[in-house]
């Protein structure tokens, strides 16, 4: 026994010292201790020892079995340090400056759009303007004359969070801390995500863009917005586009209007994107409310100015002929990463 018991010890040694990776000590723990292993099938040939040596060989079995367990034991634990180390120093090694080897990401097409819009309005001396998502009810109606109880609130259910405030359902919920933040003379456009308690169908989404823009000066009229309203449309598709203005009401501007755009997905001869009226409504504007301008604090004696409220979703839709809104927020990369800038 105790030759069986020296050379299983031997063995265990010099596989101990080529022991390379964790791998390798996982296999040296099932050869030696395993449920067939070395030292484990000593203790099955105990039977067939003399009684009266039998307990002095079980506690060399014993003590051979605790001597591989902590060779084993230390082993990895090296093994385990030396490979950690290995692995900080490559991470150190990299150079994470390096230009992605990886194909690279695409602009969503309504941050294309964005973009291209925002860069028409600043050539025209518009302050782009940043705002929040979660609003309070005076900034997303009362501000913008529309009362408590106002019938012109149901048009624009959205989100509400248990504090009273809501997410905000039109970029114009922005107007009042914008004209506060400047006074007039102003010009600012303002992007943002906006929220609608609303059944969605191909060309409306709970969630979506709009472009709000204000422009406040001693002598602003309704043919400055025409003009602001053609340039844009003009700019961004790069050819005359048929647009129709008619009267639209909302509380915040007098007169208002609804700026609609010949559906480009089916060239005006109707489809399911335009609701098969050949029309989308992509713009409604207006002049402001003298009530709206006296909660911005500014004069509406002295000055008035022009509103709009762009889709900026509907107008991805149709620089891209994207035939339902829905695409948009799908996060199906192979219909949205197809686009690139200009
Ligand atoms: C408004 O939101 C007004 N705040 C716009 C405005 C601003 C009017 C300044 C006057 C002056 P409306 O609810 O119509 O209006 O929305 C404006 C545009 O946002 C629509 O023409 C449409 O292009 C887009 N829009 C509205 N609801 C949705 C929806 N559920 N999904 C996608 N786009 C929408």
């Known amino acids: 026994m105790e030759r069986t018991l020296e050379s299983i010890r031997q063995d265990f040694d010099r596989d101990l010292a080529n022991a390379a990776s964790s791998a390798d000590y996982e296999q040296l723990k099932v050869a030696y201790l395993g ?67 990886a194909e690279q990401g695409s602009l969503h097409p309504i941050t294309l759009v964005q973009r291209e819009v925002e860069e028409i309005f600043a050539s025209m001396g518009f302050t782009i303007e940043d705002y929040l998502e979660v609003v309070d009810e005076y900034k997303n109606f009362e501000s913008l004359n529309i009362p408590k109880h106002h019938p012109a609130r149901d048009m624009q259910d959205t989100y509400y969070l248990d504090n009273g405030q809501l997410l905000k359902s039109h970029t114009s919920a922005a107007q009042n801390a914008i004209m506060r933040k400047y006074g007039a003379p102003l010009r600012a456009i303002f992007p943002g995500r906006c929220f609608r308690n609303e059944a969605t169908d191909a060309s409306h989404e709970n969630t979506f863009f709009q472009m709000e823009g204000i422009m406040i000066d001693t002598d602003i009229s309704i043919s400055n917005l025409i003009y602001f309203m053609k340039t844009m449309l003009s700019e961004v598709f790069h050819r005359e586009v048929k647009v129709r203005l008619r009267p639209g009401f909302f509380p915040f501007v007098e007169p208002g209007f609804e700026l609609d755009i010949s559906c480009l997905i089916c060239g005006g001869d109707g489809c399911p994107t335009c609701k098969q009226s050949g029309w989308l409504e992509l713009c409604p504007c207006g002049m402001i409310h003298p009530n709206v301008l006296t909660a911005g604090g500014i004069d509406p004696e002295k000055y008035t100015g022009f509103a709009f409220g762009l889709g900026l979703t509907r107008l991805a839709m149709m620089k891209y002929g994207i035939k339902d809104i829905r695409t948009l927020n799908s996060g199906n990369l192979k219909a949205l990463s197809q686009f690139t800038a200009r």
């Open 35 to 101: 449920k067939k292993g070395r030292v484990t099938e000593l203790f099955k040939e105990l039977k067939n020892v003399e009684p009266s040596q039998k307990k002095e060989a079980g506690q060399l079995i014993n003590t051979l079995r605790a001597e591989v367990e902590e060779k084993l034991a230390a082993g990895a634990e090296k093994c385990r340090q030396a490979e950690e180390e290995r692995l900080v120093n490559e991470a150190e090694a990299y150079d994470f400056t390096r230009p992605a080897e």
